[in-house]
C-alpha cells in the first residue's frame, strides 16, 4: 500500500514550489489545501484504472462493482485469466477493456511485469516495463505510479487538464504539447506529483465556476 504525503508534507511542497517557481503563485493561492489521492495498487490497481477510464464517475464505479463481484472479490491475475472475455463484457466492459485486462495479467504471470516488486524501479524504468503491456498507455503508467505506487516525482504531461493549467499560470495563448509539458514541469522537480495535483485542483476550480481567471481560458 502507498504511502501517502501528509498534509504537512503536500503543504511543503506547495511552498516549495512557489519558491522555485513563481507563476505556479496564483494556482497555489486559489487551490485549498488537498489530500494525497491513494488508490489500491498491483494488478488490481490497474485493471481498474482501464476500467475506469472514457465513463463516468458513476459508470466506472458501477462497473467496476459488477467486476469485483463477478470475480466473487478475487481481482487477481490468475482468475481474470481463467475468466473468458465474453463474460467479462458481461460485467459491462468493453471488448477493448476486457482483453486489456487479460494482457495485464497475463504479463503478470508470464514474469514480464512485477507488481509486488515494482517500487524496485525507478520511475522511467517502471513506465517503460508498464506501457509494454498491450493497453497501457504513458498517461496510464505515470498516474498508477502516482496513485497506486504514491510516488512524488511523476508528471503525466500529457494530461490535458494540465497542459490546460499550465497555459493559465504562464499566460501563454496555445497549450503545452505533452513534450512541451514534461520539459515545464522539469523546474518542479523532485515536487512534480504535488505540482500535478496543485495543477489539477485549480483546473477543476476553474471549470466549477468557483476561482475566476483573470483572462478567461478559451
Known amino acids: 500500500m502507498p504511502i501517502p504525503l501528509t498534509p504537512v508534507e503536500i503543504a511543503a511542497a506547495r511552498e516549495a514550489l512557489v519558491t522555485l517557481d513563481p507563476a ?3 494556482a497555489h493561492a486559489h487551490t485549498p489545501a488537498f489530500d494525497w489521492r491513494v488508490r489500491t495498487g498491483g494488478f488490481e490497481g490497474l485493471f481498474h484504472m482501464i476500467v475506469d477510464q472514457q465513463v463516468s ?8 462493482a459488477r467486476v469485483s463481484s463477478g470475480l466473487d472479490g478475487a481481482v487477481t491475475p490468475e482468475r481474470v485469466l481463467a475468466t473468458d472475455i465474453a463474460v467479462l463484457r458481461g460485467f459491462g466492459l468493453s471488448i477493448q477493456k476486457a ?4 494482457e495485464i495479467a497475463r504479463a503478470q504471470v508470464e514474469g514480464r511485469i512485477d507488481f509486488d516488486h515494482l517500487e524496485r524501479l525507478s520511475d522511467e524504468e517502471a513506465i517503460a516495463r508498464l506501457v509494454a503491456i498491450k493497453g497501457v498507455g504513458k498517461w496510464t503508467a505515470e498516474t498508477f ?3 497506486c505506487e504514491g510516488r512524488r516525482d511523476v508528471f503525466p504531461g500529457g494530461d490535458i487538464a494540465l497542459q490546460e493549467a499550465i497555459r493559465w499560470a504562464d499566460g501563454a495563448t ?9 520539459a515545464r514541469a522539469e523546474i518542479w522537480r523532485p515536487h512534480r506529483s504535488v505540482a500535478a495535483h496543485l495543477l489539477w485542483g485549480w483546473y477543476g476550480a476553474v471549470r466549477r465556476g468557483e476561482v475566476v481567471l483573470e483572462e478567461q481560458p478559451a
Open 57 to 64: 464517475v458513476a459508470s466506472a464505479a458501477a462497473i467496476w
Open 174 to 182: 496555445l497549450r503545452p504539447t505533452e513534450k512541451q509539458a514534461w
Open 24 to 26: 505556479l503563485a496564483r
Open 145 to 147: 505510479l502516482m496513485f
Open 99 to 102: 482483453t486489456y485486462g487479460h
